[in-house]
């Protein structure tokens, strides 16, 4: 049984910072990509960043250069770290990993609020 859990969110203001983190426990060997997407209201499911095993990433347009994806293959855990956050950040962010195996899992969510 694999399971994520997110971790981070909350309120912050405008320009400030948050880190997400997703922990993956259950039977698992290693992570091949690790995805962050995000949902805000009224609007479709986004990925904000892919991280895969190689090394190479993507972001959308709308986070680079203030988002950044990462990884501890020895802890299996994956990051967002966020930073001059604004409004239109606000969203449900959820973790999504591809294991080796295959297998793809999603975490619950965690809300992150920026407040003007």
């Known amino acids: 049984q694999v399971q994520l859990v997110e971790s981070g969110g909350g309120l912050v203001q405008a320009g400030g910072s948050l880190r997400l983190s997703c922990t993956v426990s259950?039977?698992?060997?290693?992570?091949?990509?690790v995805n962050w997407y995000r949902q805000a209201p009224g609007k479709q499911r986004e990925l904000v960043a892919r991280?895969?095993?190689?090394?190479?990433?993507n972001y959308a347009d709308s986070v680079k250069g203030r988002f950044t994806i990462s990884r501890d293959n020895a802890k299996n855990m994956a990051y967002l770290q966020m930073n001059g956050l604004k409004p239109e950040d606000t969203a449900v962010y959820y973790c999504?990993?591809?294991?080796?195996?295959?297998?793809?899992?999603w975490g619950q969510g965690t809300q992150v609020t920026v407040s003007s």
């Open positions: 991280l895969t095993s190689g090394g190479n990433t």
């Open positions: 259950g039977s698992i060997f290693s992570i091949n990509t």
């Open positions: 999504n990993v591809v294991l080796f195996s295959f297998g793809n899992y």
